[in-house]
């Protein structure tokens, strides 16, 4: 069973901090990693992607991932209001007899972003 | 937005009916994947379909089944209808460039099922 892990929260952030979200997983064949963005009563939205160790830098988003601690976060800077949602971490692990690779979410972290 | 559409919106059945949702790729895609997001979980892998044919499959019951068409929309049914299937169904669709699912997905709107 391939596993991905998120605290669920909800993480309160004041506006204008840095809000941290972490997410683990179990299948270290996993090749791509994204951060997807949900308010409630909507779809998941993409915000990035990585695929390789290191950071990657958008905007206020900056994801890092570290294979070797099957490890994956986004920093979000200068938090907004806007940005109270629930963030959801995927990862593509193969699906054993599909011969494929497939999209594992976790269950989300709730943000607040306290004015 | 992202281009994906897909319908109904919403939509309430009685338990043991079936249901049909419907799903259009964004322009260019041709692989859609399907999930189905239960209130507080992430979304959950159903099956994926890969130039018309099913390219992988989730932990979920014959009674889930799917189609793609070759202009790449794609179908979702579910047969026997249960009170646990009431969730949002969520279509996204990808370039598949690999053909191996590790294309970038993106998510239609979704389909709120309520099964009474």
């Known amino acids: 069973q391939k596993e991905v892990e998120q605290n669920s929260g909800p993480l309160s952030v004041p506006e204008g901090a840095i809000a941290s979200l972490n997410c683990t997983y179990s299948?270290?064949?996993?090749?791509?990693f994204f951060w997807y963005r949900q308010y409630s009563g909507k779809s998941p939205e993409l915000i990035m992607f990585?695929?390789?160790?290191g950071d990657k830098e958008d905007g206020r988003f900056t994801a890092q991932l570290n294979k070797a601690s099957q490890y994956v976060s986004l920093l979000i800077r200068d938090s907004q209001p806007s940005d109270s949602a629930t963030y959801l971490c995927?990862?593509?692990?193969?699906?054993?007899?599909?011969?494929?690779?497939?999209?594992?979410f976790g269950k989300g972290t709730k943000l607040s972003v306290i004015p | 937005e992202t281009g994906v559409t897909q319908s109904p919106t919403h939509l309430i059945k009685t338990r043991g009916q079936q249901v049909t949702l419907r799903c259009s790729s964004q322009?260019?895609?041709?692989?859609v994947s399907w999930y189905q997001q239960a209130l507080g979980q992430g979304p959950q892998f159903i099956f994926q379909?890969?130039?018309?044919?099913?390219?992988g499959r989730g932990n979920f019951p014959p009674r889930f089944s799917g189609l793609q068409f070759p202009n790449y929309s794609s179908e979702l049914n579910v047969n026997a209808l249960e009170l646990d299937d009431s969730a949002l169904y969520l279509c996204?669709?990808?370039?598949?460039?690999?053909?191996?699912?590790?294309?970038?997905?993106?998510f239609g709107p979704g389909t709120r099922l309520t099964v009474l």
């Open positions: 995927a990862v593509t692990a193969l699906y054993s007899g599909a011969g494929s690779y497939q999209l594992t």
């Open positions: 996204a669709s990808s370039l598949g460039t690999s053909g191996r699912g590790t294309d970038t997905q993106y």
């Open positions: 299948d270290r064949g996993s090749q791509s």
């Open positions: 990585i695929y390789s160790n």
């Open positions: 322009s260019g895609h041709n692989t």
């Open positions: 379909y890969y130039r018309e044919e099913e390219n």
